[in-house]
């Protein structure tokens, strides 16, 4: 990844932002690229279940093969896509796996924000009968 | 490329402002009676600034042009397409603003470039180091 030593080989960043909460960062050089993402986290449940979430996943990067063990910084997670990688996995699957983490990452967050609320209420009404 | 260059470095940095604030008028004018087109030409024309504060007075005018469009087809049917290639770096600096209205916008206007102009607009953005927005 040619960051420090050549400038030249970096071309323009480019930061696509859906609105003031959700945004994509794409940084290519001539042998990689990086896409950066931030997911839409509505109130504090949903930002503690994206961090933990995505932090499960990002410990797991070897098995993604393009995932990045840390997000760059400003973001919740980032995938670093090499010209070994390209040679080795097919780059339209690539970029359908890309696009589909894309409209995936939000469904499960809801998912997940929703069976928390369920437990929640289950654990509580529990508790409370004793009362 | 290093004539334009010292073009720009005859006239200082007032100058090009000054000539920026005049475009911008006049872009505002076009648009008040419904002229999108004109000031779409208008906002597009000229070479674009090295000065980082001449780049975003520029990119003031041009948004104003780009939130008054309503018709993006028609524009861009009437769209010299010597033009496209330098809409499509501005319409990239709307989308990394992240203010809601600008970025809705310039994905309307992305998706609708992208099918007239193809990907290799969107390279020509990418891998233009030189002249940027």
Redesign the interface.
């Known amino acids: 990844m040619p960051f420090m030593t050549s400038p030249e080989l970096l071309l323009n960043p480019v930061l696509i932002c859906r609105n003031e909460a959700e945004k994509c960062l794409i940084e290519t050089s001539i042998n990689s690229l990086r896409i950066s993402l931030k997911v839409k986290q509505a109130d504090e449940l949903e930002n503690i279940l994206a961090k933990k979430f995505l932090r499960f996943l990002s410990m797991r990067a070897e098995a993604f093969q393009v995932l990045r063990r840390k997000p760059v910084q400003g973001y919740d997670i980032s995938f670093l896509i090499t010209n070994y990688h390209c040679e080795e996995l097919q780059k339209q699957k690539l970029i359908d796996f890309i696009v589909q983490f894309m409209e995936d990452i939000d469904k499960e967050i809801s998912e997940l924000k929703m069976s928390v609320s369920t437990r929640g209420r289950l654990v509580a009404t529990e508790f409370l009968k004793q009362f | 490329m290093a004539e334009a260059e010292k073009f720009m470095g005859s006239d200082n940095v007032e100058d090009i402002l000054t000539k920026i604030e005049n475009k911008s008028l006049k872009i505002e004018s076009l648009i008040k009676p419904y002229k999108p087109i004109e000031a779409i030409k208008t906002a597009l024309e000229g070479y674009p600034p090295q000065d980082e504060r001449c780049k975003f007075a520029n990119w003031i005018g041009v948004r104003k042009a780009l939130m008054a469009i309503k018709d993006v087809e028609g524009i861009l049917r009437s769209l010299n397409p010597q033009y496209y290639d330098i809409l499509m770096k501005y319409v ?1 600096r709307g ?6 209205t600008t ?1 809705d916008q310039c ?1 309307k206007i992305h998706e609708k470039l992208t099918e007239k102009a193809g990907f290799g607009c969107i390279l020509r ?5 030189v002249n ?1 927005i």
Request: net charge negative.
């Open positions: 990239y989308l990394s603003t992240g203010d809601r970025c994905l953005s990418l891998t233009d180091t940027t």
